[in-house]
């Protein structure tokens, strides 16, 4: 019988030795899947083994491990591991990947085994598990009282970005951060009850791997160490102690999962609450930012009309950018003035286009190189790229009056490309250990181990040559077998003119077979020079990739610098193909756009054209805009479009207007329709609530606020007096923001009398009989018709149902209405109402009868009508 397989390692008691250090080795990557070397395979055991056959879709085995019983199972061969790796940290595991580290064949014993690299979410720099145009950021929090230090780094891509936030909204603007950075995994300090709120913020929103309690990394004395290490002086910049040690923890993690020192990063982004517009998660998401919000992809957001650009790297840039919108007049011209010259000078931008349409993702292949996992093709893609930068460079030195001095800082990185150019061939193979991948003329003694092994043949042929005129017998050859290597053979009747130095090797019927010192020493030389060319090309090899890492910084600053060439030159593209205009951005707190269009809205508008409509926003006559209008007139594209605009205008993008002036705007907010997060358990209403209560308690002068239909979550009564209430108190001098209102309670249109400065406006539509057509235009005044029946009839609600709702609204308007109970229709009568309706199925069962042809039917099919047609009558 076999024996008994078991999945907990608790079940064990007495263990085989092997077993035994594997359970030590796991003891200390708890938390990891562990892939444990054996022969050809890496092997998963007990609670690992049950976890990776799921998600691997592997058999799940058993292996003895004492006691009579057998440990679960399952493995992958080593060398194809990396795709089963990948898969596990793409679903948020933890890998650790224990290797022999001696010779099988040397060892005493059991082999020695060690863990050589862990892979996790956040520290995964293999290019093939990250998403091109995104970064992947780890994020290392210290959750303090009613303060948090966070940190947040691309190790694939050398960007580290830190802030400190405090006060009593700190959760609230930690998950705003949050979601700016979508980290894929995440260190905190405290233990998960302690941070309850943010780590299921981490997991829900971000998808994050969340490792929680990790209080030893962040201690104080080793953080700051760390951090001086790495960053030297810059750790003057951060706040205090609690910073220090979100950023010390992020590089001690890092430090750990890696095995190495730290050289991915030598400069960190410090910044503070004011340099950035803050908008939270669900502003992000309402506005439709990076992703939309029906199916969560790049289509239809915002970044997808944005981002024209050639390289991953300006793709992750400006993906940035949208995130962090600038608060800063002047930092926002210098990008409008980039983006100007590549939009007026069409030449110019085509021929960026074409020299930066085939560059490489130039960030995360230098660290490749810095981690030692870049192979010859990534060195030369990294070539390739850099082999562009001269004539980026000058062109845009000769063409451009605003990007010059950008241009100027481009370090062309000649020596690097002259060295890449002539030591890597044009297409290197994709491993490093089987030669191949380096030019003839780079190295001498390449070249004359290669020249042996090429002209290995020839050589033989001269030897043969010779051999026949020192001896004599013309019919002497030098031929070659795999048993015995080279050799010299000569017929039997010639044997006795063969000289003493020949070696008799072998005896054949006709012949004999020599060989001789020089024959075996050439043969050496030919079969150790394959051996030779390969260790000489890996060694060369792994040398250029050390010239890579060494030089990463240089590279670095470079690439940064082409990517946001490339930013510029997208807005630019975009910007032109959409006649866009630049807006003009200043501290006022006004809000003029003319002509202004909902960027991605309009792009999908195409059995009709997008309506462009104008906005008058400022904090004194224009400061609330009350929208009222039919259901599905264009209230919320409209006032998505003015904070599009805004927060298009302080990237440094065109806007999609005819003109614009945009006064720096704080933060945005937004509430918008009935949200879709029941899953999470609380009601639409209390969700619309807690919203509209952060707005209030964050919003400034400064703010631009978007309602749309507040108070819809309740009754009528109370919605409507929240509604107007929550109008107040944003009016007010508390915050006195610039907002747009949209409504269904048309009663609050009468706050135009009272309040100077709550504007009404609506969006028109005309009645044309019983149809309604939309005219997109919104207009001053407000409106109480709401159109609801037409468009319930333009939805295909039936006809009766329609003709029904007029009678009642009828009635309502006519005054007859007092409430319910006198309208409402008795049983008996609903007969009457409905006569119609029930006419109409009639006429359906009648047509339905008339179709059949009952010739063709079999006696189950009549059966089944006849069924059919009972239920009709049913319903
Ligand atoms: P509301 O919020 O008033 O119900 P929406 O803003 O959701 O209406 O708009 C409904 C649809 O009308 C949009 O999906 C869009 O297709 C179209 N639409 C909105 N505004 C415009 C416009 N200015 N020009 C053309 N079509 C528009
Ligand atoms: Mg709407």
Redesign the pocket.
């Known amino acids: 019988m076999a024996a008994v397989v078991i999945e907990k390692r608790s079940e064990l008691t007495t263990v085989t030795p092997m077993m035994k250090q594997y359970l030590e080795i796991k003891a200390e990557y708890e938390g990891y899947i562990l892939f444990y070397r054996l022969g050809d395979f890496y092997e998963c055991f007990f609670e690992d083994a049950v976890v990776a056959s799921k998600v691997l879709d592997l058999v799940l085995t058993g292996r003895e491990c004492g006691d009579g019983k057998r440990a679960a199972m399952c493995g992958v061969p080593f060398h194809k591991a990396d795709v089963f790796i990948g898969k596990l940290v793409e679903q948020g595991y933890k890998v650790g990947i224990c290797e022999q580290v001696e010779d099988p064949k040397q060892a005493v014993g059991l082999v020695k085994r060690e863990v050589i690299r862990v892979v996790t979410p956040g520290t995964v720099t293999d290019a093939e598990l990250l998403r091109e145009g995104q970064n992947n950021f780890l994020a290392s929090i210290y959750f303090g009282n009613e303060c948090a230090g966070l940190c947040f780094a691309d190790i694939s891509t050398g960007d580290v970005f830190t802030t400190y936030i405090d006060g009593n909204d700190t959760v609230q603007r930690l998950k705003n951060e949050i979601s700016a950075y979508n980290p894929s995994e995440a260190i905190i300090n405290v233990a998960d009850q302690d941070c309850a709120e943010i780590v299921e913020f981490l997991k829900d929103k971000s998808h994050s791997l969340v490792n929680t309690g990790m209080r030893r990394l962040f201690a104080y004395d080793k953080c700051r160490e760390l951090v001086k290490s790495v960053f030297a002086d810059e750790i003057d910049r951060l706040a205090n102690p609690e910073h220090v040690m979100a950023v010390g923890a992020l590089l001690a993690y890092i430090k750990e999962t890696q095995k190495c020192e730290i050289t991915f990063a030598r400069e960190i982004k410090v910044y503070s609450k004011g340099q950035y517009l803050e908008f939270d998660y669900n502003t992000r998401r309402n506005l439709e930012l990076t992703e939309s919000m029906r199916n969560k992809e790049k289509k239809g957001s915002l970044l997808w009309v944005l981002d024209k650009t050639k390289t991953a790297m300006g793709a992750r840039l400006l993906r940035s950018w949208l995130l962090k919108p600038l608060l800063n007049p002047v930092q926002i011209g210098k990008r409008q003035a980039a983006v100007g010259d590549l939009v007026k000078n069409r030449m110019l931008r085509d021929e960026l286009t074409e020299l930066l349409s085939n560059s490489l993702d130039l960030e995360r292949l230098t660290a490749k190189a810095v981690y030692g996992t870049a192979n010859a093709r990534d060195l030369r893609s990294i070539f390739l790229s850099i082999e562009r930068l001269p004539a980026i460079k000058s062109v845009i030195m000769q063409k451009s009056e605003n990007l010059k001095e950008l241009a100027s800082r481009i370090d062309t990185l000649d020596d690097i490309a002259d060295l890449l150019g002539k030591s890597i061939v044009d297409n290197p193979p994709y491993t490093i250990r089987e030669g191949g991948m380096i030019r003839d003329g780079f190295n001498e003694d390449l070249d004359y181990y290669r020249g042996i092994k090429t002209n290995g043949t020839n050589i033989m042929t001269s030897i043969e040559q010779k051999e026949r005129e020192e001896t004599g017998i013309k019919t002497l050859k030098v031929d070659y077998n795999k048993v015995f290597g080279y050799y010299i053979e000569v017929t039997k009747s010639l044997i006795d003119q063969v000289p003493d130095r020949y070696v008799r090797k072998q005896t054949l019927t006709n012949c004999e077979r020599y060989i001789t010192g020089e024959l075996k020493e050439m043969e050496n030389t030919i079969f150790s020079a394959d051996e030779k060319i390969v260790g000489l090309e890996y060694e060369l090899f792994s040398g250029l990739r050390e010239v890579i890492a060494e030089n990463n910084e240089r590279i670095r600053n470079t690439a940064a610098l082409i990517a946001e060439i490339d930013v510029y030159r997208s807005f630019a593209e975009v910007a032109d193909k959409n006649g866009y205009v630049c807006p003009e951005v200043d501290l006022s707190y006004d809000l003029v756009i003319k002509d202004g ?2 960027p991605v ?1 309009e792009k ?2 195409t059995d ?6 104008d906005t008058v926003l400022d904090v004194t006559d224009n400061k609330v805009m009350i929208i009222t ?10 006032m998505r479009q003015v904070a599009i605009i805004t927060i298009m205008a302080q990237i440094g993008s065109y806007v999609p207007a005819k003109d614009a002036r945009i006064g720096i705007v704080d933060k945005v907010f937004t509430r918008v329709g009935a949200s879709d997060d029941l899953a999470s358990g609380q009601s639409t209403f209390m969700l619309e609530m807690n919203e509209v209560a952060a707005i209030l308690k964050n919003a400034t002068k400064r703010s631009l606020i978007i309602y ?1 239909e507040v108070g819809r979550g309740t009754s009528t009564f109370d919605g409507m007096s929240i509604a107007r209430s929550v109008v107040e108190y944003t009016y007010s001098k508390k915050i006195g923001a610039k907002t747009l209102f ?1 409504t269904h309670y048309h009663e609050l249109t009468d706050m135009e009398e009272e309040f100077p400065g709550i504007v009404n406006y609506n ?1 028109a539509a005309k009645k044309r009989g019983d149809s309604i057509t ?1 005219l ?1 235009k919104i207009v001053r005044g407000g409106t109480d018709d709401s159109y609801g029946i037409e468009v319930a009839k333009l939805a295909g609600v039936p006809n009766e149902v329609v003709k029904r709702a007029r009678e009642i609204l009828k009635d309502i308007e006519s005054g007859s209405h007092i409430a319910v109970g006198h309208n409402v229709v008795k049983k008996d009568d609903t007969d009457d109402l409905f006569a119609g309706f029930v006419t109409s199925v009639n006429d359906e069962v009648a047509d339905k009868l008339r179709t059949v042809d009952i010739n063709t039917m079999t006696p189950i099919e009549a059966m089944n009508l006849l069924f059919e047609l009972k239920k009709m009558l049913k319903e």
């Open positions: 269009r909902h809205v999908f508008v009709s054209y997008f309506v462009p409509n209008g039919p259901n599905m007139a264009g209230k919320s594209t409209y749309d949209a969006i939309f997109r």
